[in-house]
């Protein structure tokens, strides 16, 4: 078990950031891990449905719940890119961010923006916190619950307003939303798609596939990591070993303190509280990070829970 009251968790860490300095990529380790991630998913095909393989008024069961359905939409379906929007895509450097409030006071901003490509979770806020997190964004998530928890579902212009101009700060890269999950969602997504369209925002929407998430997990059970379902962060981690050489993490920290004792918040930008070790939250983030450690420790990945100086 891995926790902060654990004796050598403090020290674990203090590793952890002095190995930061010292890391070395193993790329025969990544390739390794690259292939045994293919023999579950190909994240180039599964990031997104495709337009040719459905038409509107086609039944879609949730991911999560399958004896519940919904219909494809014209609006969604006209969103559907016409081939996946990472086909032929290679990087050198990708960065996948997490929104653990250890970025706060971090100074990772321009390191982060320096990746050849930059994974962002959740719609996160960038603009008051650019110094440590950065601004540039070359594929976002997000998970249709921010609409109501964030933007008051759309109900009103203000808050449609609000997300309009967050969506515009995306230019023309991938807004990747996770719309056929549980049930509830897809009239977020159906107000989201309908607010794209009328102020024909440039950003490429992205689907992810029915089989994702299960290829995924599936893939960590193997290997002996009993995860329950994939977190965001660890999704973008394992999509990402398909085009990027050198992955880099920023922002993941799911424990309530740092090495120091000090508080961390779960988000750096709001107030949200999370238990970690709840055995009713869907995801086991400790667990996943405790296996990122290790993975940082190999060489497969680089972990930065420390402050950055370029
Ligand atoms: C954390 O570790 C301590 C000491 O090993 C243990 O007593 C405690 O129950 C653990 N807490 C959790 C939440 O697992
Ligand atoms: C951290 O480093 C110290 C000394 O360099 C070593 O003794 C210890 O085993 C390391 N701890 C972990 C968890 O790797
Ligand atoms: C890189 O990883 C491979 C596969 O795990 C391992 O055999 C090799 O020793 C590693 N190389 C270094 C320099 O650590
Ligand atoms: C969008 O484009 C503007 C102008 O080129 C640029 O300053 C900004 O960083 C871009 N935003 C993202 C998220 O890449």
């Known amino acids: 078990m891995f926790n902060c009251s654990d004796k050598a968790f403090g020290r674990s860490l203090s590793n952890l950031s002095d190995s930061r300095r010292g890391w070395k990529i193993n790329l025969t380790l990544v390739t390794i891990i690259r292939k045994g991630i293919l023999h579950f998913l190909d994240a180039e095909r599964d990031v997104s449905i495709i337009k040719s393989s459905f038409k ?5 069961h949730y991911v999560l719940d399958r004896r519940k359905t919904f219909t494809m939409s014209n609006t969604l379906h006209s969103l559907l890119p016409e081939v996946s929007p990472l086909k032929n895509k290679r990087y050198k450097t990708c960065a996948v961010v997490g929104n653990s409030g250890i970025l706060l006071k971090s100074g990772c901003g321009k390191e982060i923006d320096n990746h050849d490509f930059v994974i962002r979770c959740n719609l996160a806020p960038l603009d008051e916190f650019t110094d440590d997190v950065g601004l540039r964004s070359d594929f976002t998530t997000m ?3 921010v609409i109501q928890r964030v933007y008051g579902s759309l109900r009103n212009e203000m808050d449609k307003k609000r997300f309009i101009l967050r969506l515009q700060q995306l230019n023309d890269s991938v807004l990747w939303i996770p ?3 549980v049930k509830g969602g ?3 997504v159906e ?8 102020h024909k925002l440039k950003l490429r929407t992205a689907y992810p596939s029915l089989r994702l998430i299960h290829a995924i997990r599936g893939y960590w059970l193997t290997n002996k990591i009993y995860i329950k379902r994939p977190s965001t962060g660890l999704l973008m981690y ?4 398909r085009f990027c050489e050198e992955i880099h993490l920023y922002g993941f920290w799911p424990f309530p303190k740092d090495a120091n004792g000090n508080p961390v918040k779960y988000h750096y930008y709001d107030t949200l509280k999370y238990h970690y070790y709840s055995s009713a939250s869907p995801h086991r983030m400790p667990l996943e990070f405790k296996t990122l450690t290790a993975l940082h420790s190999k060489g497969a990945l680089k972990l930065t829970t420390s402050k950055c100086y370029l």
């Not at 509107?56 to 879609?60: K, L, S």
């Not at 394992?238 to 070993?241: G, H, P, V, Y």
């Open 191 to 198: 107000g989201v798609n309908n607010l794209i369209l009328k």
């Open 179 to 181: 719309a056929f999950m």
């Open 238 to 241: 394992t999509m990402a070993t």
């Open 143 to 145: 998970n249709p619950s």
């Open 186 to 188: 897809e009239r977020h």
């Open 56 to 60: 509107p008024g086609d039944t879609i």
